[in-house]
């Protein structure tokens, strides 16, 4: 036989092979994990219109909810940088620094719970919290009600946005109006989505010997679900402190929501959608490297050493779970008046 | 003769002589004032391609420009808030505050030079200005090019902004690309510019009664052209000085570029162009109420005491100045990578 014959016949054995691997990679993945949707999900009692999320988006824009008048929600979750401030921890209120790294707000709709302890439960109860930190935007909740009821602009949208209330300058619905417009900020079509959708190709090699990696280490015994992760909580350091660097021993984790000691250093586990966007990583912010993040949680979550290889393929895959970013028109935001409350040093 | 016609009579008699009114206040308008354009003004030597204006937004929106990769030029000069931040002076780095009110971005490339002193000859010029104030974003001109070097997304974007550089990651480039940005954020069809193309109808009766005594009273001595300011220098102070509120004695305007005893207390007299939108009012941002700025105008420049009268038809002339506001895409940044140059505190 000629040589070139034996290489055909040998691609022609090795091909199905391959491709049968692909399949059933394919398949495991449909198992674990769901595509982002193409549309906004339902939120329960806060119908998506229009009108709700283009208040909302003006409301996520809006510095003068903070005290001092600088601070946005898209301070912190920048709607161009995967949702997040690419920061250890936020700045807020004269410079304080945040607790922890502030979670992304792409796709957090798909989230069981918000916060990295979960302590709210759901978007709308989020959105109201960072405005009455004081460390982040300092406000408090009667004073957010006063100032938008001191911005004029502000009355035809709220009216617009919820038009059977009489009275609806309120901090639920600013916190509902916010929550309906992060529905939006979801991200599909991302290489990982297509490969679901059933698109082989999507996918470089590197990518799917990385997901098969992912899957047979036991990372998406976790990060598992629509939004690779988001939906459970876990212990960090399951079988291996991984050092005060990353989980300084002052942060309890979930154990300050529900006072019980097995909630101890317990966090939410989260997404990994857009993962390569949002450095750095852990609820410290401590890693500024995805190779690093991956190895650590590797010891740590698993109790293996992942060899170099293992990592790079497993970053390679992780590189495939970013989507196609929210495209966003910066609001126009109503004016201040003579009467409008003015910022607070 | 009936009461309805000699209603119908007066009118008949009255309307001609309105009109004719109304065509000699636009002619003189016509005289003193352009309309905005509808497309961005050329800049010499810096040709506005999609490319360019896509890398300066980015760059616009970047907060890794900033020492502590929280302050981006969007921050003090908010595309939301009709380019300001509706801030006295605005925080700059380490929560310190500036030194004068933000002036707007919006139309900025229709002032004859940059900056309350004009110490900037060209948008370009002030690009960079903010990003090295230490009060401001506090970086250097070293670490502004590094920062950028260091996001490895960059380096296509400033390929395709200067395909002719060779090495097109540098501070000149930004500036530029920034400054052909800004060249976009223009409000055209503001209904003063309605008015100016020939729409009688564009102003109410009251507006254009205060366009009338806003030429009349020398208002448009100064605040004239088609930014209706941003033409010239002038003293805070020209008949009287409007009091240390406004005018604190330790800041002496264009001397600290000049030098000169005749620029002492001297300021770019600041366009009036969305003026609704962009309180509080004088390089102090010590007057929330632009009824009040008006007053405070009349009696320090012009040695008069305006009527409550005229301040409100004078303001509702001025309301309509506000044109129709950027509509931008919020760009999506490339992401940090465990080689770039991390936040400073």
């Known amino acids: 036989m000629r040589k070139s014959s034996i290489?055909?016949?040998?691609?022609?054995?090795v091909m199905p092979v391959n491709m049968l691997a692909a399949q059933?990679?394919?398949?495991?993945?449909?198992?674990?994990?769901?595509?982002?949707?193409a549309e906004p999900p339902a939120l329960e009692g806060n119908a998506l219109t229009p009108e709700k999320v283009e208040l909302g988006k003006m409301l996520y824009f809006e510095p003068r909810l903070s005290e001092s008048h600088t601070i946005s929600c898209n301070t912190c979750h920048q709607i161009g940088m995967g949702g997040v401030d690419m920061l250890e921890t936020s700045r807020g209120h004269r410079w304080q620094a945040g607790g922890r790294n502030a979670p992304t707000v792409l796709n957090s709709v798909f989230n069981t719970a918000q916060f990295w302890d979960g302590r709210a439960a759901d978007l709308?109860?989020?959105a109201g919290g960072p405005m009455v930190n004081p460390v982040e935007m300092a406000s408090t909740t009667t004073h957010v009600v006063e100032q938008l009821k001191g911005i004029p602009g502000y009355d035809a949208y709220f009216k617009s946005a919820f038009p059977d209330d009489p009275d609806p300058i309120n901090?639920?619905?600013a916190e509902k109006a916010i929550a309906v417009f992060e529905t939006t900020l979801i991200t599909p079509n991302a290489p990982f989505d297509k490969f679901l959708k059933g698109d082989e190709t999507a996918l470089?090699?590197?990518?799917?010997?990385?997901l098969q990696a992912f899957m047979d280490n036991g990372c998406a015994t976790c990060?598992?679900?629509?939004?690779?992760?988001?939906?459970?909580?876990?212990?960090?350091?399951?079988v291996e402190n991984p050092?005060?660097?990353?989980?300084?021993?002052?942060?309890?984790?979930?154990?300050?929501?529900?006072?019980?000691?097995?909630?101890e250093y317990v966090f939410k586990v989260p997404t990994l959608r857009n993962i390569a966007l949002t450095p750095p990583y852990f609820h410290?912010?401590?890693?500024?490297?995805?190779?690093?993040?991956?190895?650590?949680?590797?010891?740590?979550q698993l109790g293996i050493t992942l060899s170099d290889d293992e990592v790079a393929k497993i970053t390679a895959f992780l590189d495939s779970l970013t989507g196609d970013q929210p495209q966003i028109v910066y609001p126009t935001l109503p004016p201040s008046v003579a009467t409008t409350p003015r910022p607070m040093p």
Chains 1, 2 share one sequence.
């Open 7 to 13: 290489i055909a016949l040998s691609c022609l054995l």
């Open 171 to 173: 901090l639920p619905n």
């Open 223 to 238: 990060h598992n679900g629509v939004n690779v992760g988001g939906n459970m909580y876990q212990p960090f350091g399951v």
């Open 243 to 263: 050092g005060a660097e990353f989980l300084p021993p002052d942060d309890k984790g979930r154990f300050q929501v529900t006072a019980s000691v097995d909630d």
């Open 24 to 37: 059933e990679l394919m398949s495991d993945a449909q198992d674990l994990f769901e595509p982002i949707p």
């Open 124 to 126: 709308a109860e989020q």
């Open 284 to 300: 410290t912010g401590k890693s500024w490297d995805l190779h690093q993040a991956v190895a650590v949680m590797g010891s740590s």
């Open 204 to 210: 470089t090699d590197m990518q799917k010997e990385g």
